[in-house]
Antibody, heavy 121, light 110 residues
Framework: EVQLLESGGGLAQPGGSLRLSCAASGFAFNSYAMNWVRQAPGKGLEWVSG????????FYADSVKGRFTISRDNSKNTLYLQMNSLRAEDTAVYYC??????????????WGQGTLVTVSS | QSVLTQTPSASGTPGQRVTISCSGS????????VNWYQQLPGTAPKFLIYYNNQRPSGVPDRFSGSKSGTSASLAISGLQSEDEADYYC???????????FGTGTKVTVL
């Protein structure tokens, strides 16, 4: 059974940093691209970032480019999102999501349960 | 503001057919395949339709997708109470070099 378990969310101050983790199990983690998607309270879904299998190719939404860094550790079956220079508008539930097909970044067939990030002073 | 526009809401009685539209442009729907996700209240999104009209295993055939030009549609036939959810279209945008979600449609079963 595919499982994605996010952690690392919490309260951060504007300008601060947080690192999210997503522990994956139940599939060959090193064979699939992974992504982060967020959802602000009461709002729609927003793709944040994606990373290819080999860690060589990363993609970011314009809203987080230069502030967030996606990475993965295939030996630990874990996806990360380093979030720096946080802003109030980064407040959201952050989901990690697995790519459906090996070799492609999208679409997403499995999602984690999400972790809440709140940016406030 | 998303580059994909969806009707904010749709409704129907049990057994009816409901159609949700997703409008984009040549850089997204016009040149890439469309996916759909269902989000039940208080839960993570669920994979519903991919490559315009393909259903993942386990998704009932009541759900169907289509695409024409720069627009896409999701149809739910034989509407059931458990279909009450938010529905999002999504597609890769070549101009933004990123994945974009639609604004979302809330489906209500009357």
């Amino acid at each position: 059974e595919v499982q994605l378990l996010e952690s690392g969310g919490g309260l951060a101050q504007p300008g601060g940093s947080l690192r999210l983790s997503c522990a994956a199990s139940g599939f060959a983690f090193n064979s699939y691209a992974m992504n982060w998607v967020r959802q602000a309270p009461g709002k729609g879904l927003e793709w944040v970032s994606g990373i290819s299998v080999s860690n060589g190719d990363t993609f970011y939404a314009d809203s987080v480019k230069g502030r967030f860094t996606i990475s993965r550790d295939n030996s630990k079956n874990t996806l990360y999102l380093q979030m720096n220079s946080l802003r109030a508008e980064d407040t959201a539930v952050y989901y990690c999501a697995k790519a459906h097909s090996s070799g492609y970044l999208i679409p997403f067939d499995y999602w984690g349960q999400g972790t809440l990030v709140t940016v406030s002073s | 503001q998303s580059v994909l526009t969806q009707t904010p809401s749709a409704s129907g009685t049990p057994g009816q057919r409901v159609t949700i539209s997703c409008s984009g442009s040549s850089s997204n729907i016009g040149s890439n395949t469309v996916n759909w996700y269902q989000q039940l209240p208080g839960t993570a999104p669920k994979f519903l339709i991919y490559y315009n009209n393909q259903r993942p295993s386990g998704v009932p055939d009541r759900f169907s997708g289509s695409k024409s030009g720069t627009s896409a549609s999701l149809a739910i036939s034989g509407l059931q109470s458990e279909d009450e959810a938010d529905y999002y279209c999504a597609v890769w945008d070549d101009s933004l070099n990123g994945y974009v979600f639609g604004t979302g449609t809330k489906v209500t079963v009357l």
